[in-house]
T-cell receptor
Framework: AQTVTQSQPEMSVQEAETVTLSCTYD???????LFWYKQPPSRQMILVIR??????QNATENRFSVNFQKAAKSFSLKISDSQLGDAAMYFC?????????????FGEGTQLTVNP | EAGVAQSPRYKIIEKRQSVAFWCNPI?????LYWYQQILGQGPKLLIQ????????DSQLPKDRFSAERLKGVDSTLKIQPAKLEDSAVYLC?????????????FGPGTRLTVL
């Protein structure tokens, strides 16, 4: 079974600075997807960024980018020019492409605080 | 487009009581998911529907939890009887179809407290 680990329960960053959230995962599969989701307080979870394992190029979405290291099974999220609205719980998630179903396996989450 | 709707938003019950949650997915989305998110943890999939058929219910505690999606649209998740450890946020999500490339859209969740 796949597992996802986020070793940073809490992180903080100054507004306009850059922060990196860590994620590692364990799998025996070679085809899969990785995701970062954002869950603001009392609001619904939204997708931030997605990475296909077969792609060597790291995904980027505006101020959000990932550092995907397949051999190391590492998938970190970098937030540049942090804004107050980035404050939220961030979840790393794994999704197999080899097994039926579309189950997302989530990490424990990292609570990000953005200081003005 | 309207998002995933869930009700109620909050529910407090005594242990051994029954409770039901309702989810209305985004229109046209064939795949529906129920996740359980215990405080301090990431969500865990309970059950996945493709239209009105079950795709994955391997993590659903079937002795007390049940779910249905009768007409392939709305879904209900029931707990009977509830235990203290069922206190959690129950998230419903939907996607256009099955498959890892299809983004899952989440509802606001139902926060259940079992006393």
């Amino acid at each position: 079974a796949q597992t996802v680990t986020q070793s940073q329960p809490e992180m903080s960053v100054q507004e306009a600075e850059t922060v990196t959230l860590s994620c590692t995962y364990d799998t025996s599969e070679s085809d899969y997807y990785l995701f970062w989701y954002k869950q603001p307080p009392s609001r619904q979870m939204i997708l931030v960024i997605r990475q296909e394992a077969y792609k060597q190029q790291n995904a980027t979405e505006n101020r959000f980018s990932v550092n995907f290291q397949k051999a190391a099974k590492s998938f970190s999220l970098k937030i540049s020019d942090s804004q107050l609205g980035d404050a939220a719980m961030y979840f790393c998630a794994y999704r197999s492409e080899e097994t039926s179903g579309s189950r997302l396996t989530f990490g424990e989450g990292t609570q990000l605080t953005v200081n003005p | 487009e309207a998002g995933v709707a869930q009700s109620p938003r909050y529910k407090i019950i005594e242990k051994r009581q029954s409770v039901a949650f309702w989810c209305n997915p985004i229109s046209g989305h064939a795949t529906l998911y129920w996740y359980q998110q215990i405080l301090g943890q990431g969500p865990k999939l309970l059950i996945q529907f493709q239209n009105n058929g079950v795709v994955d219910d391997s993590q659903l505690p079937k002795d007390r939890f049940s779910a249905e999606r009768l007409k392939g649209v709305d879904s209900t998740l029931k707990i009977q009887p509830a235990k203290l450890e069922d206190s959690a946020v129950y998230l419903c999500a939907s996607s256009l179809r099955e498959g890892p490339y299809n983004e899952q859209f989440f509802g606001p969740g139902t926060r259940l407290t079992v006393l």
